[in-house]
């Protein structure tokens, strides 16, 4: 049923106050259908927890490690809050990046040395990993480069191959700091 707006100049939410909103497929939507997109609570800054990606790790309180086969790998916290320099990261890694079993690159052109220090400095910032730097003069191209399992099963399942809702329905500020990484 169609509402329409008076004179008074109700808000949207006001005029669809109580209405509960109904799943449509894509193929379905038309031209004046209104989208219901949640938001983040806390101004769009959400908190994503490592743990809840990965299976083979041990509680340390804040923060967690390996659990079988890789034990000497270095702790890192449980969870992480979104910033705008978190999600530039995650812009890196959504646009040269990659994940193997052990070990997450990624790959800059080797004038782009200022977004490689940038990219050390926001892993130890947030997981407390060191990070390298390997040029690659054939190539022409910097490899930034740590080793951590946990990073490697956290990133590859909730990162890689596409944009997580944290960063998708995040503040201006976060979505910004996403965009420069790519």
């Not at 193929?27 to 004046?32: L, M, Q, T, Y």
């Not at 490690?65 to 790998?73: F, M, S, T, V, Y």
């Not at 909730?158 to 809702?165: A, F, G, I, T, Y």
């Amino acid at each position: 049923r169609k509402r329409k707006q008076t004179n008074q100049k109700k808000s949207i939410s006001a005029i669809y106050a109580g209405v509960q909103p109904e799943f449509i497929p894509a193929e379905s939507v038309r031209a004046g259908d209104l989208a219901v997109i949640s938001k983040l609570p806390h101004g769009g800054n959400a908190t994503v927890e490592i743990h809840n990606y990965i299976t083979n790790y041990a509680d340390c309180g804040e923060s967690i490690k390996p659990a079988k086969g890789h034990e000497n790998d270095n702790r890192v916290p449980k969870s992480i809050v979104i910033t705008k320099d978190f999600a530039r990261l995650c812009g890196y890694l959504l646009a040269d990046g990659s994940v193997s079993d052990r070990q997450t690159t990624i790959t800059f052109n080797e004038c782009e040395s200022d977004f490689a220090q940038d990219a050390i400095k926001i892993i130890a910032q947030y997981f407390g990993l060191d990070a390298t730097i390997t040029h690659i003069p054939d190539k022409h191209c910097l490899s930034v480069s740590t080793c951590s399992v946990i990073l490697s099963e956290f990133l590859s399942k909730w990162l890689m191959h596409r944009v997580p809702q944290e960063i998708m329905l995040g503040s201006q500020e976060i979505k910004e700091g996403f965009l420069c990484g790519l």
